[in-house]
């Protein structure tokens, strides 16, 4: 990574730690987890992945949720979130190719969105980021999630079988799929224990 690129890096993650909230489920703690998973997928493509775009990509992913721009475009955050970025790079000097391709990446990461990732890097930043909604961490964001909307158990349960178990087939990278597979276990037990102690949902 030249001296450039660093510096942008360095100045990106100092924004980003400084407008989000330090809420988990979506905050800058969701943000250095979903960066240090996709740095850890591209690795296995070293020579192949661009890893500043990469880790620009994951930094900015979420930069705009909940925000008026997020609000302005009908709550799709990472469209919001792919023209903040693109805009900041750009401003930072940035070359303009590699903020289109960290645009790119962000804008295609969320899967709800229905668009499809087309590069290497946005591929891995998607699968990243389904990561952190499994395992021990998923089912922690889940519940801290559900409490703020006011959802019981009942409705958690029902989001865990609609869209969190779904997870591991909607992955890109064979090393995300891997990972997803081992923590999708862990919420499968977790689920059987809780409907044990329930008594059922």
């Known amino acids: 990574m030249g001296a450039l690129a660093a510096d942008v890096v360095r100045v990106v993650e100092e ?12 905050g800058y703690p969701h943000v250095i987890r979903v960066r240090d998973l996709a740095l850890r997928i591209g ?3 070293a020579g192949r992945v661009d890893a500043e775009v ?20 009908g709550g799709d955050h990472a469209l ?19 903020a289109e391709a960290v645009a ?6 969320s899967y709800s969105s229905g668009r ?3 590069t290497l890097e946005a591929r891995i930043l998607s699968d990243a980021d389904k990561l952190d909604a499994l395992g021990a961490i998923g089912v922690a964001r889940v519940f801290m999630y559900s409490g703020a909307l006011g959802r019981g158990l009942r409705e958690s349960v ?6 969190i178990l779904r997870l591991p087939e909607l992955m890109w990278t064979p090393e995300g799929r891997e990972e997803a597979l081992r923590r999708v276990e862990f919420v499968r037990s977790f689920l059987k224990e809780l409907e044990a102690e329930v008594g059922g949902f």
Not at 17 to 26: R, Y
Not at 80 to 98: D, F, I, T
């Open 15 to 26: 924004v980003v730690k400084g407008v989000m909230s330090p809420d988990p489920v979506h």
């Open 43 to 45: 690795r296995a493509y």
């Open 54 to 73: 990469l880790e620009l990509a994951a930094l900015l992913h979420d930069v705009s949720r909940g925000s008026f721009s997020d609000g302005l475009l």
């Open 80 to 98: 919001a979130s792919a023209r903040v970025a693109e805009a900041l790079l750009k401003a930072l000097g940035y070359p303009e190719p590699k």
């Open 104 to 109: 790119h990446a962000i804008l295609t990461h």
């Open 116 to 118: 499809v990732p087309e």
């Open 158 to 163: 029902e989001h865990f079988r609609k869209k």
